[in-house]
């Protein structure tokens, strides 16, 4: 199984960016995948998460209303739309997914990853 993480960029403060994270091999719908984020110097942070079927989500509190995570139209692959990004959003930005126990938020629960996409927002 591998993620590939796509879709980010620089923009300006108040803009938009659309992230997409696309699997590859053995995937149920079942499973978790959720977006981090790790900004220079600090600890990677959980932003939103779902299943690979779609059927519930659950945001960190800097995401609420601003973030949306959902499936794309392709098979397995989830996209983050962010709007009104600020400039503390900007951070690497990977995907991940564990087999069980959704709505967990810790990095370490999650064993399989993709590469980061750099988000940079400016002021």
């Known amino acids: 199984v591998q993620l590939q993480a796509s879709g980010g960029g620089l923009v300006q403060a108040g803009g938009s960016l659309r992230l997409s994270c696309a699997s590859s091999g053995r995937i149920y719908s079942s499973w978790i995948v959720a977006w981090f984020r790790q900004a220079p110097g600090k600890e990677r942070e959980f932003v939103a998460g779902?299943?690979?079927?779609?059927?519930?989500?659950y945001y960190s509190d800097s995401a609420k209303g601003r973030f949306t995570i959902s499936r794309d139209s392709a098979k397995f692959t989830v996209v983050l739309q962010m709007n009104s990004l600020k400039p503390e959003d900007t951070a690497v930005y990977f995907c991940a997914t564990r087999t069980t126990q959704f709505g967990t938020t810790r990095a370490d629960d999650f064993g399989l990853w993709g590469q980061g996409t750099q988000v940079t927002v400016s002021s």
């Open positions: 779902t299943r690979w079927s779609r059927d519930s989500t």
